[in-house]
């Protein structure tokens, strides 16, 4: 693997702590280069809890390190799964790096819990919402999914 070199992230612990905490009503400034990837900046189509937000601000900088124009159409969590969509094809020969880092991203979010950022599992509350959580901030509302009963797969 010879890839690009990736931009270093200042001080990733803190960057983590920032994001997690922000308390602001608007997206956190550290996200601006991400949310000027997508069509409208404006009301980018992104959907996801500041847990996962460190994650994203890490996966932005790598493809961006491949292909400084790519664009991305929403980023969202779905049945607190991470969804990353590209808009178009990225130029050049860096597809299967893309979507590697992409994967990666999803993967660690897989196991991230999406309100602060700690180690989370996929959970499911008695209505049935799903949701990516550490155990305490899934509290008594959730439990593991893994752990149901009735063994169902999420929809
Ligand atoms: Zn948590």
Redesign the pocket.
């Given at each position: 693997m010879n890839g690009p070199q990736h931009r270093p992230v200042a001080d990733n612990a803190e960057l983590c702590k920032h994001l997690v905490e922000w308390g602001g009503d608007d997206l956190p400034p550290a996200l601006n280069p991400l949310v000027a990837r997508f069509r409208d900046s404006t009301r980018p189509e992104f959907y996801v809890s500041q847990?996962w937000w460190p994650l994203l601000v890490r996966l932005e900088q790598r493809p961006a390190t491949l292909d400084p124009t790519y664009r991305v159409s929403q980023v969202k969590s779905k049945f607190a799964v991470l969804q990353f969509y590209l808009e178009g094809m990225p130029r050049g020969d860096v597809g299967p790096a893309f979507a590697d880092a992409i994967r990666e991203a999803e993967a660690e979010a897989a196991r991230t819990?999406e309100?602060?950022?700690?180690p989370?599992v996929l959970c499911r509350s008695r209505e049935g919402t799903y949701a990516l959580?550490?155990a305490?901030?899934a509290g008594t509302a959730y439990r593991p999914a893994n752990d149901s009963a009735d063994g169902s797969d999420p929809p």
């Open positions: 847990g819990c309100l602060c950022g700690k989370g959580l550490c305490d901030d």
